[in-house]
């Protein structure tokens, strides 16, 4: 046949190195300064959960080395309010960490605010999510991941 078999099959697949990473962007635009206070919470609340809780001593000249993990999430689609079954075409997400918030605040590359206030008139949050376990290809086969 002019073939050989590879030898090497396992020195090339070393396994799994990088877990699966999901990014979502979202445009918030706010009616008023109020709604415009809300989203700059929203988005608060996604910087507060990528980052590690801090316990231990109070003392700022003694901190303590004990960090808790940042928050996990589960990551479901919906429309309409109505969460999508397993037979639809997209996929589900494992339980993840979020690795970035990015945050801009500018309005046709200019930043502009609700008169007489400190809130922007437009928000882009662009979020990155990365999974906590491993995937394998009978999880996606059979749960649809």
Known sequence: L??????????????PEDLRTH??????MPQDSDESHNCLHISR?????MLPSHGGAGDASAPSMVFGYPDHFDIKFFINGNQLEKQNS?????????TACDLS?????VPLFFEGTQYPVTIDMKLS??????????KVIKEGY
Do not use: H
């Open 2 to 15: 002019g073939a050989v078999l590879n030898p090497y099959i396992v020195a090339s697949y070393k396994g």
């Open 23 to 28: 990014d979502f962007s979202f445009k918030m």
């Open 45 to 49: 609340l996604f910087k507060a959960a």
């Open 90 to 98: 997209l996929f589900k997400i494992g339980r993840s960490v979020l």
């Open 105 to 109: 605040y500018t309005t046709q590359d």
């Open 129 to 138: 999510f990365m999974e906590v376990e491993v995937m394998y290809r009978e």
